[in-house]
C-alpha cells in the first residue's frame, strides 16, 4: 500500500500561485489531484505520471498549471498560477487501484485506493 502525504496547501490573495506536492511512500505508476469543498463531491483536476508528465486536466485549469517530479519520481509537483477564490478547496493527492486508470479521461474518486489527508487551498479575493 502506497501511503502519500501533500504539503504545499495555504492562504493566497486572487491571481497568486501555490506549488502544491505530493509525496509517495512508495511507487505509484501517477497520481491525480482531486479537490473538494464542503458539501460537493471530490472533484478530480490533474493526473500526473511519476515522470512528472500530466496526462489529463481539467478544463478550469487549463494555462495556468505546470508539473514536475523529483529525482526520485517519489514526489510530484502541480503548480497552479492565476488563482481564483473558486480554487479554494482541500486538495488531495490519491494513486489509482490499476495503472491504466493514468491514461484515461475524467477520473472518479471509487478508481482509487491511496488518498493523502488533504492540503488546504485558500484563495482570498
Known amino acids: 500500500q502506497v501511503h502519500l502525504v501533500e504539503s504545499g496547501g495555504g492562504s493566497v490573495q486572487t491571481g497568486g500561485s501555490l506549488r502544491l506536492s505530493c509525496a509517495a511512500s512508495g511507487y505509484t505508476p501517477c497520481v491525480t489531484w482531486f479537490r473538494q469543498t464542503p458539501g460537493k463531491e471530490r472533484e478530480g483536476i490533474v493526473k500526473?505520471?511519476?515522470?512528472?508528465?500530466?496526462?489529463w486536466y481539467t478544463d478550469s485549469l487549463k494555462g495556468r498549471f505546470t508539473t514536475s517530479q523529483e529525482a526520485d519520481k517519489k514526489t510530484v509537483y502541480l503548480q497552479i498560477s492565476s488563482l481564483v477564490p473558486e480554487d479554494s478547496a482541500i486538495y488531495y493527492c490519491?494513486?489509482?487501484?490499476?495503472?491504466?486508470?493514468?491514461?484515461?479521461?475524467?477520473?472518479?474518486?471509487?478508481?482509487?485506493?491511496?488518498w493523502g489527508r488533504g492540503t488546504q487551498v485558500t484563495v482570498s479575493s
Open positions: 500526473i505520471l511519476s515522470n512528472g508528465q500530466a496526462t
Open positions: 490519491a494513486s489509482p487501484r490499476r495503472w491504466q486508470v493514468c491514461y484515461g479521461g475524467s477520473p472518479t474518486p471509487s478508481e482509487y485506493t491511496n
